[in-house]
């Protein structure tokens, strides 16, 4: 039972880089976020999906792009990365619709862009 | 600015209780959640609690929430070094709304 997993876990990037962190679960949850951890400001929510082929914006979205073409996998994109998308991130995945769902999370990826 | 908000620190001596504080701003919220961050590790869901309730208990924690102020709080009893971590509260509506969480140390 694999739950939520995200890869990479530790990444560097150079400015103007694009790179894509992967996200899979395998609970057939229809609801899956994005998150990102920063010292101070807890987790913020930068795009979420409700299943697949919807998407939305959270908190947060400038810089990244999502897509969530299974139920499985909810891929993170950053088109060109900059010094402030340093940060952990965080994927998290949920049922749907019902009130008192666990929010399952991976372990997180590391980001450094230098 | 966050809906969720917290104090980002509380320091306990082992086998006192510890009292974390959580106010929310969105009274729709139907369900309120805590949520053990340990380092180097995603988050953990550690108790919830339904918006009709105000108090749930689950051994050595306790949940308060008052409504009318939008206050939760977490209690947990004689604390352990085993409990230090970062403790979230959420909010729950369509999506999850974090605090920015509190660490909590436990010195022996």
């Known amino acids: 039972n694999a739950g939520v997993t995200q890869t990479p876990k530790f990444q560097v990037l150079k400015t103007g880089q694009s790179m894509t962190l992967q996200c899979a679960q395998d609970m057939n949850h229809e609801y899956m976020s994005w998150y990102r951890q920063d010292p101070g400001m807890g987790l913020r929510l930068i795009h979420y999906?409700?299943?697949?082929?919807?998407?939305d914006q959270g908190e947060v979205p400038n810089g990244y792009n999502v897509s969530r073409s299974t139920t499985e996998d909810f891929p993170l994109r950053l088109l060109s990365a900059a010094p402030s998308q340093t940060s952990v991130y965080f994927c998290a995945s949920r049922l749907f619709g019902v009130g008192d769902t666990e929010a399952f999370f991976g372990q997180g990826t590391r980001l450094t862009v230098v | 600015g966050e809906d969720v908000e917290q104090s980002l620190f509380l320091s306990v001596r082992e086998g006192d209780s510890s009292v974390i504080n959580c106010t929310y701003t969105?009274?729709?919220?139907?369900?309120l959640y805590w949520y053990k961050q340990e380092p180097g590790a995603g988050l953990q869901l550690l108790t919830y609690i339904f918006s009709n309730m105000d108090m749930k208990q689950d051994q050595r924690l306790t949940v308060l929430l008052n409504k009318k102020d939008k206050h939760l709080s977490l209690r947990i009893a004689d604390t352990q070094t085993g409990d230090s971590a970062i403790y979230f509260c959420a909010e729950s509506l369509n999506d999850m709304r974090f605090g920015a969480g509190t660490r909590l140390t436990v010195k022996p």
């Open positions: 999906s409700v299943g697949a082929g919807i998407t």
């Open positions: 969105d009274s729709s919220s139907t369900y």
